[in-house]
């Protein structure tokens, strides 16, 4: 099942609501949902889902639509992955920094 980046906004939207507001308090940037893919520099065959930026524009997370939208095709995601993967990366990105 292949969401659109819209749908899978909204998605990330309902499942960052449980998260303890302080989670979120550090990210003067918040969470981004960025439409392109991000492979890794080292080995293509290896998609980026999401990272903790620290930068001038201040601390905040993407999460990259097109990463996920990638291996949802390739693994032939149901909206239930989806949401797995949309949450563990949220989390860990969250609760890693």
């Known amino acids: 099942m292949q969401l659109s980046f819209d749908e899978a906004g909204a998605l990330l939207d309902e499942l960052a609501e449980p998260f303890p507001e302080a989670l979120f308090e550090g ?3 918040g969470v981004h949902l960025v439409e392109e893919a991000m ?4 080995l293509s065959q290896v998609y980026i889902l999401g990272e903790y930026c620290e930068d001038l524009l201040g601390r905040y997370i993407n999460l990259y639509y097109g990463s996920f939208a990638a291996l ?3 693994e032939a995601w149901t ?3 989806w949401r797995a993967e949309l ?3 949220l ?3 969250l609760t890693h920094h």
């Open 27 to 29: 990210l003067n940037g």
């Open 79 to 81: 909206l239930e992955d």
């Open 39 to 42: 492979q890794d520099p080292e």
């Open 91 to 93: 989390s860990h990105e």
């Open 72 to 74: 949802a095709e390739k």
């Open 87 to 89: 949450r563990q990366t």
